[in-house]
């Protein structure tokens, strides 16, 4: 297909933006899902679950088994069946054999030097969408586990954890529990362990992952600083102080500090400002990076301001000045 005609479609899909419901619009989506063009497809599938057009499922479905079939060559970069797993999942599709086929799918495509899997944000999706499916739970956590425990990407492990999570228990609890004690070769998936631990069982997993805080890998440190940052309940701010407080890792410390940013918790803003009155240039350079980027950040601007006044420090001003401009 030539690029005038490619643009032409696609201008032709977006053009249904005026009349989302109308007969027509689900004529040309069931048309557009039937075309070659991957991306075309992407497209068409994302205005049906835009739409709610649940009438469309039976197409979206078809499409899918067809970009299945000598997937390196019909869909390449897995744009169809990408666009089609997220419409079917927010349509409320839940009949678990496509996301089945989808969660353990891989598409090595040509690359400079070798091949590369381009279908890892095929099988995360898979694996959030299956967790709508009625299916057993242990049925579905032993699908999930898999992808967590072998599946070579790593975003894939970490959209699994996320699935599992969803399913909330006291399994799902012990498995994330099992993993991040384990470990992960990328510190990312033990991040999202701990991130998913602690939205399950606050009361439980905030002492655990602040534990992590001292693991022998230092990126797995920082990872558990940002869990904890991320967390809304006052306890995890009041350890992360503590443990800024005693922490030997200057990395550790810088790492607290801009997660404490990332906190709902107006006392995680009082503790930076606190910092930037009264530690030395590095932390409280810090702790303006971490404010900065907080949602207190116009509340604070004004204090900060004035503490910088005093400690009369341009090196200070001028980060001050350049992260609050952003």
């Known amino acids: 297909m030539g690029k005038q005609a490619f643009d032409r479609k696609m201008q032709e899909l977006e053009s249904l933006r005026a009349d989302p419901s109308s007969p027509v619009t689900v004529t040309r989506l069931r048309a557009a899902l039937k075309d070659r063009g ?3 497809v992407s497209k068409a599938a994302a205005l049906a679950g835009e739409f709610g057009l649940k009438s469309l499922i039976p197409d979206l479905t078809a499409a899918f088994d067809r970009f299945m079939l000598d997937a390196v060559k019909n869909d390449p970069q897995c744009w169809a069946k990408n666009g089609i797993v997220k419409s079917l999942k927010d349509l409320g599709y ?15 495509e040509p690359v400079w030097g070798g091949k590369e899997d381009t279908a890892t944000i095929l099988r995360g999706a898979c694996a959030l969408a299956l967790v709508t499916c009625p299916r057993p739970r242990l049925e579905l956590l032993g699908h999930l586990s898999d992808r967590v425990a072998i599946d070579p990407a790593k ?10 999570a969803q399913l909330s228990g006291p399994d ?15 510190p ?40 904890l940052g991320q967390c809304h309940e006052p306890k995890a701010i009041e350890i992360l102080k503590e443990r800024w407080q005693a922490h030997p890792d200057a990395d550790v410390k810088r790492a607290i500090l801009l997660s404490l ?26 702790a303006i990076r971490g404010l ?28 001050f000045d350049r992260e609050f401009a952003r």
């Open 38 to 40: 991957n991306f075309l």
């Open 292 to 319: 900065a980027s907080s949602r207190f950040r116009d509340e604070y601007r004004p204090r900060v301001a004035a503490v910088l006044a005093q400690r009369n420090e341009t090196r200070l001003r001028e980060i």
């Open 94 to 108: 839940n009949e678990p054999e496509l996301f089945l086929r989808g969660l353990t799918h891989i598409q090595l």
């Open 188 to 227: 990312e998936v033990i991040g999202q362990c701990l991130l998913s631990l602690i939205g399950m069982a606050p009361r439980d997993y905030i002492a655990f992952t602040a534990d992590f805080l001292y693991a022998p890998n230092p990126e797995v440190r920082l990872e558990a600083a940002a869990a």
């Open 155 to 164: 975003t894939v492990r970490s959209d699994a954890v996320r699935a599992i």
């Open 261 to 286: 940013g990332a906190s709902r918790e107006p006392g995680a803003a009082e503790f930076l400002c606190s910092v930037i009155q009264d530690a030395r240039f590095d932390d409280a350079a810090n």
């Open 172 to 186: 799902s609890v012990l498995l994330l529990r099992f993993k991040a004690l384990h470990g992960d070769q990328d």
